[in-house]
């Protein structure tokens, strides 16, 4: 089993929708996680991490279920601007070692 | 524009040759990584650096891949001889060492087309 891994998608959501993405990662003592947007053909930027108290910025939610092993970002009111692919981030071994999913790819129409 | 800063940002290359790829990343940011991203999936970490060590590179195809980062600040990889599956996105990253990981600044990656 890979460390994380994402539903490639992609996501097909009309503008001003709510989506969710989750990512699930195998290593059970992970505690730091982060996601990134990458849009076509440019470099992964970070998104915002998650730590076990969740984040919220602006329109974007991210959430860690330690139970289920599992991270969300959430995205209320879709803008076309958000239509990228999100990849989540967990550690890898026991010194962090980042490690990427295969990432999520929304698309935003009007 | 990124600050880390990657050359070149394109390589196209016939199998069996070799090539390189250079990567300076951000003043103060003892920890570099080398990641590759083949298209429609995740970035891969091909091995990591803190200053000039390895801390990983246990998916860095040493047969063919070769790492370095001499002096802990810019670092050089290599591909001798090119393989037609070694196409894909090259990315250097770098961050700040945390024992939680942290924020990673890309470089705008370079593209290798082996034909």
């Known amino acids: 089993r890979k460390e994380v891994e994402q539903d490639p998608g992609p996501f097909n959501v009309p503008e001003g929708a709510t989506v969710a993405f989750n990512c699930t990662y195998s290593?059970?003592?992970?505690?730091?996680f982060f996601w990134y947007r990458q849009d076509c053909r440019k470099e992964p930027k970070l998104l915002m991490s998650?730590?076990?108290s969740g984040n919220e910025d602006g329109r974007f939610t991210a959430q860690l279920n330690r139970a289920s092993q599992y991270i969300s970002l959430l995205i209320r009111d879709s803008k076309l601007s958000d239509s990228a692919t999100y990849l989540c981030?967990?550690?890898?071994?026991?010194?962090?070692?980042?490690?990427f999913g295969r990432g999520t790819s929304l698309i935003v129409h009007p | 524009e990124a600050e880390v800063a990657q050359s070149p940002r394109y390589k196209i290359t016939e199998k069996s040759q070799a090539v390189a790829f250079w990567c300076d990343p951000i003043?103060?940011?003892?920890?570099l990584y080398w990641y590759r991203q083949i298209l429609g999936q995740g970035p891969e970490l091909l091995v990591q650096?803190?200053?000039?060590?390895?801390?990983?590179d246990s998916q860095l195809p040493k047969d063919r891949f070769s790492a370095e980062r001499l002096k802990g600040v810019d670092s050089t990889l290599k591909i001798q001889p090119a393989e037609l599956g070694d196409s894909a996105m090259y990315l250097c990253?770098?961050?700040?060492?945390?024992?939680?990981?942290?924020?990673?600044?890309f470089g705008e990656g370079s593209r290798l087309t082996v034909l």
């Open positions: 990253a770098s961050s700040l060492p945390r024992t939680d990981g942290g924020e990673l600044f």
């Open positions: 981030v967990g550690p890898r071994g026991g010194s962090y070692i980042p490690t």
């Open positions: 290593n059970s003592a992970s505690q730091s």
């Open positions: 998650v730590y076990s």
């Open positions: 003043s103060g940011h003892a920890t």
């Open positions: 650096f803190q200053d000039e060590s390895v801390v990983d």
